[in-house]
């Protein structure tokens, strides 16, 4: 071979080797990130190419699958009652991608997960379609219809959920959307994704209030602050007087007055009295008595500061603030800039119910395959000891006084042991808005405990005068307890 056909070859060898090179780049390191990319058509027209599996609230499903004649896609999704849903569910749209359980599962629902490879296996020899699994959730229809429908027209959320496992039981928030009017990718499915955006509509109905909006917690947050009392030993007995003037002066201030709501008997009044009747004196006090870092190191315990809790949507993440110690006092009450979900102040609610101990919330009991094997079951699991038995038990006789006796009587059920504690949350500037009612509680039967409520009225026509969380809050949660323990029965 002369010279130059020499090097005609090596430079063709060359070629041919950068060309198996970045073959094989492709196939095998690259292969994930091209199958991921959400400009991919091909693995949208895949994932809607069969019916996607269910998910699933009490054995029966809340989706569907329908077929449909627009575009490359073969099927859409449909939902059964889907504003109720939407908060648990999220949507799975051909135009719009997915959120919440639809994307989390998504290789699951699609039947792709490398964990249904022999389910796929056999409908390659079988000659079936490829059938995706199913997704099911720990929620109670009763429970999640009995929040929806008591939140009814207000804008709020509720949750609840079982304190001995952590699974959640209910997860409602209003206003919602119906996830089935874009779930296709016609210019109808578009102008109502569209109307649902904040931008469009300041009521953003897409929000998912229950996990991933934060509210001042107002005096709900007085079930950690007395926690956090009787965890540092600054009162062990819920009967002893405290060392409470009325009005409390702030600390570090030139005099600013905390004052309590109406004329309430707070003047050294017991933490019993004091939560009973919600004294901001009482709390805030107790909150300056012990200082930022137990206040801070308590309420972490319940949850607070955690920025991951995977349900498994993630929550977002509630905040016990670092800060001074007029404003550590507020935070005490569950003002400044203390923030929770609703989810975290279920969890405050569950871990006093359960005897000190939080388990960590679920909302996923099983995936299974298309022929109903369980390829995932979830293990409860412990998050943290926020109390000692012996001071939950306190809590707990404080917090039933509170429905028998106090702010909570709304609450009450025939027959069955509730606690609980009213909030009522002031916020915009100078407080010029109207207030968030709240309310948690937690529920015991003979059986045991099953259930823990968390519910906030952010809005509704109420007058502003009328609103607390006694009047608004109490009721729905009162529902969706009576739900969950008639479902026992």
Known sequence: ?????????????????????RVNWVQFVQS???????????????????????????????????????????????????????????YASQAFDSNQLEKLNDAILTGTDDRLFFSRTVDMFTGGKQKGGNVVTTLDAKAQKAAFDGLGKSKGAVVALNPETGAILALASTPSYDPSTFAGMSNKDAEAYNALQKKNDPDDPMLNRALRQTYPPGSTFKVVTAAAALENGLYTDPDAKTNSPDPYLLPDTAGLPLHNEGSIPCENATMRVALQWSCNTVFGKISADLGNAKMKAEAEKFGFNNGKIDTPVRAAESIFPKDNRPQNAQAGIGQASNRATPLQMAMVASAVADGGKLMKPYMVEQLVAPNLNVVQQHTPQELSRPLKPENAQKLQSMMETVVKEGTGKTAQIDGVT???KTGTAQHGENNKDNPYAWFISYAKTAKGTPVAVAVVIEGSDTLRDDIAGGKLAAPIAKNVMKAVIEGER
């Open 1 to 21: 071979m002369n010279k130059p056909l020499r090097r005609v070859a090596v430079f063709c060898g060359l070629l041919v080797l950068a060309l198996l090179i």
């Open 32 to 90: 994930d990130q091209l199958k991921n990319d959400p400009h991919n058509r091909r693995v949208a027209i895949e994932r809607y190419s069969t019916p996607r599996g269910n998910i699933i609230v009490d054995g029966k499903a809340v989706t569907g699958s329908t077929t449909t004649d627009i575009g490359d896609f073969k099927y859409k999704r449909t939902y059964k009652n889907g504003a109720m849903w939407a908060p648990v569910t999220g």
């Open 418 to 420: 509730v606690g609980g």
